[in-house]
């Protein structure tokens, strides 16, 4: 019988995403205070893959992900989807911003095989974690890149994020040899 062990931790990604400069600086000051400093961000891109957002975040919505310095243990994904849903209705609390829901956070996680999305919604392909939480394998390491699946959303389907990802993956890679 196989002794089970603890996996190696992991890269903590947040996905940020509003139409005001402010929520970004707001949440990623938030964000670096939980933690950690930044390692790195995307470069923003325009979230136009659906309107699935827009009555409760309005038009022209920006995305960018933010990457964490810290590596984090495996089993962290659930504590970061409630500590980033209690920032996002943090702010919406404030009714500085018109919008119901002015920023969106999804926290995912990296390794050498797979980046997972943590995500409050079941679906036939996510596995349950905790406290209403439910994981989903988003992108697979597959012959030298990432990948997406037949579910993976649209917007990580394109080439600025794959690359991204994969950039995400060689420091992720180098950071887990220096352990």
Not at 54 to 75: H, I, P, S, Y
């Amino acid at each position: 019988m196989a002794q089970s062990q603890a996996p190696d931790p992991v890269l903590l990604v947040i996905a940020v995403f509003s139409r005001h400069q402010a929520c970004f600086d707001w949440a990623l000051e938030r964000l670096q205070m939980k933690f950690g400093p930044l390692a790195f961000m995307s470069l923003p891109y325009e979230f136009n893959q659906t309107s699935y957002y827009e009555a409760t975040m309005g038009r022209r919505l920006r995305k960018q992900f933010a990457v964490f310095q810290n590596l984090v243990t495996a089993d962290s994904l659930t504590d970061a989807k409630l500590f980033t849903n209690g920032l996002e209705k943090e702010l919406a609390d404030t009714k500085q911003y018109s919008e119901k829901r002015p920023l969106n956070l999804d926290p995912g996680i990296l390794n050498l095989g797979k980046f997972m999305l943590a995500t409050t919604k079941d679906q036939a392909h996510r596995i349950y974690l905790a406290n209403g939480t439910f994981a989903e394998v988003t992108l697979r390491f597959q012959q030298g890149v990432f990948e997406p699946w037949p579910w993976t959303y649209a917007d990580y389907r394109q080439a600025c994020v794959l690359s991204f990802m994969n950039d995400a993956r060689e420091f992720y890679r180098r950071a887990v040899r220096g352990l």
